[in-house]
C-alpha cells in the first residue's frame, strides 16, 4: 500500500507535471538567466536600407527587381528584315513598390510589389493597414521578386516598361488555362491505337497501365485527369518591343494566361548559350528613373541582326 505522503506529492493533470517538471528542472538552474541562456537565439534578419532612388552600375551578378503586367492578347510585328513575328503584348498598370521584405541572408533581399488599384471598401482591414503603413494606394495583386541588395528600390518607386530593354530575354509566369478532364492524347500526347478494322472505341485509350507484377499502378503514371490551371513560367522570351507612351512591352511568343491576366515578368535566370542583354545596351539599374536615366523615344525595336533571311545566301 501506499503512504499518504506519496500520494499527496504525485502530480495530478497537465498542471501538476509542468510544476513537477520545473521543480526537477529547479535543480540544476537556480537562475532564470540560465533559463533564458538555453533558449535559442531567434534568427537574425537583414532588410537593404533604401534613402533615395539614385542610378547604379549594373553588374553580371546584380539581379533587378520583376514587374507585374497585364497580359493584353496576342499579335503580330515585322522586324528589321520584314519577317513577321508573333508576339504578347504585356501592359504595365500603376506598378509600385509596396514594401522591402527581410529575410535571413544579408546577400538576399526581395521586394513586394504592386500592380493597378482597387477600392478600399473591397480589401480587408489588415491589408489596408499594410497599405496605410508604407503609404501606397491599395493594389489589385501583390507579388514579391527575389533582388540583391545593391538593386533595392525604395516603397512607392513606380517601374514603367522603360524598366525593360529590347532585345533582353525575360522569363514569363502565370497560371495557364484550365483545359478540365482530358483524355491521354490531348493531355499528354500519346498517339491512340488503330483506328482500323476491328478496333471497337478503343482507338483513343491509354492500353496497358502495367502488369502482374507489382500489381498496381506506379505514382505518376501518364493517365487522363484534369489538364491546366497550373503556375507556367515560360523561359528566354525576346522583348521585341517597349512603348514608353502606353507602358507596354512586346514578348515574343505565346504567354500563358487569358487575356487580362496578372502576368509576372522578369529578367531570366537560366542563361546557356545566350546573353541577357543585346551587347552594348545601356541597362537601366536598379529601374530606369526619369530625370536620371537617358531619355527614349516612344517605341523601341529591338534588332535582330544578321543576315537578311529573305536573300538567299550566294555560295
Known sequence: MFSRSLIATRPVGAVGRAAHNLTQQSQFSTSMAALRAKLPHEKVRY???????????YKPESQRTGVIARKK?????????????????????KVQVVSILKTSCPT????????????????????????????????????????????????????????????QLVDVTATSLGKGFQGVMKRWGFAGGPASHGTSLAHRTPGSTGNINPGRVYPGKKMPGRMGGKNVT??????????????????????PGHDEQFIKVRDSTKLIKHRLFPEGAAVPFPTYI??????????????????????????
Not at 115 to 121: A, F, Q, S, V
Open 73 to 93: 492578347g496576342m499579335t503580330g510585328m515585322w522586324n528589321e528584315w520584314g519577317v513577321r513575328v508573333p508576339v504578347t503584348v504585356l501592359q504595365l498598370e
Open 234 to 255: 515560360v523561359m528566354r522570351l525576346p522583348v521585341m518591343k517597349v512603348d514608353t507612351a502606353l507602358n507596354c512591352i512586346w514578348v515574343k511568343g505565346s504567354v
Open 108 to 167: 538576399f533581399a526581395r521586394l513586394q510589389i504592386g500592380c493597378g488599384t482597387r477600392k478600399e471598401k473591397n480589401i480587408s482591414k489588415p491589408m489596408m493597414g499594410h497599405y496605410k503603413a508604407h503609404g501606397v494606394d491599395p493594389k489589385a495583386k501583390l507579388f514579391e521578386f527575389p533582388i540583391t541588395p545593391d538593386a533595392a528600390l525604395p516603397v512607392g518607386t513606380e517601374i514603367t516598361a522603360a524598366h525593360f530593354v529590347p532585345g
Open 290 to 315: 526619369p530625370g536620371q536615366s537617358a531619355a527614349q523615344p516612344r517605341e523601341v525595336i529591338a534588332k535582330v541582326g544578321g543576315q537578311d533571311p529573305l536573300i538567299p545566301a550566294s555560295d
Open 47 to 57: 532588410m537593404p536600407e533604401v534613402s533615395e532612388l539614385k542610378l547604379g552600375t
